[in-house]
Structures are given as C-alpha cells and as structure tokens.
C-alpha cells in the first residue's frame, strides 16, 4: 500500500509539472457524475485529481479495501493521444504503474 501511495504522490507532481493541477475543484455536480471517468463533466486530468487520487488516498489513510482490476490507463492513452501538445510520457507511466499496483480484483482485501 506504501507503493500505492508513493505513485499517487508521483501523479500529483506529474499533473503539476504539466500544468494540469487546478487549485480551484469543478462544481458539486460535475464531481457527482456518475459517468465512468465523469467523462460528462470532467477533464481526464480533473478525476485524477478531485476523484481518483482523492478517493485512494481516503481509502489508504482509512486502511480500507483498495479497488482492483480498474484500468485507467487505456482511458488516458486515448485521452492523451488528443491532446498532442503535452508530453504526457511519464504521466502515462505513473497511471499505469498504479494500475498494476491495484492489480487484480481481490488482491488487497
């Protein structure tokens, strides 16, 4: 779980170095959606920050069950390979290194 935590701290840098960290949150409902992704209302970088990051870190801090066997990162190659002025290399890497860290369904209980 220390891994986990570690790669999320290594995605919010990342967001930050890119310039996708926004100190403002989006409104109530645009983080109600319940879209996958909150494709509805959010940029891919927003959910990583206001949900996905949030959500695991509250579950890591609670010492909760972590999700398993969610894949992040096609989503974001498909989000990203549109947006060609970003150098999200690295960003990539992170969220995929967090999807093998949650693995399979049933790893972390």
Same mark, same amino acid.
């Given at each position: 779980? *220390?891994? +986990?935590?570690? !790669?999320?701290?290594?995605?919010?840098?990342? !967001?930050?170095?890119?310039? !996708?960290?926004?100190?403002?949150?989006?409104?109530?409902? $645009?983080?109600?959606?319940? #879209?996958?992704? #909150?494709?509805?209302? !959010?940029? %891919?970088?927003?959910?990583?920050?206001?949900?996905? +990051?949030?959500?695991?870190?509250?579950? %890591?801090?609670?010492?909760?069950?972590?999700?398993?066997?969610?894949?992040?990162?096609?989503?974001?190659?498909?989000?990203?390979?549109?947006?060609?002025? %970003?150098? *999200?290399?690295?960003?990539?890497?992170? +969220?995929?290194?967090?999807?093998? $860290?949650?693995?399979?369904?049933?790893?972390?209980?």
């Amino acid at each position: 779980m *220390a891994q +986990i935590a570690t !790669l999320l701290d290594d995605l919010e840098t990342e !967001l930050r170095r890119l310039n !996708l960290w926004s100190d403002v949150p989006p409104s109530a409902e $645009a983080l109600a959606s319940t #879209a996958p992704f #909150a494709v509805d209302t !959010l940029s %891919l970088p927003q959910w990583l920050q206001w949900i996905y +990051i949030q959500r695991l870190r509250a579950l %890591l801090e609670a010492d909760k069950v972590l999700p398993s066997g969610a894949l992040v990162k096609p989503y974001a190659d498909q989000y990203f390979a549109q947006q060609h002025h %970003l150098p *999200a290399h690295q960003l990539l890497h992170i +969220i995929d290194c967090i999807d093998e $860290a949650l693995g399979k369904p049933g790893q972390h209980q």
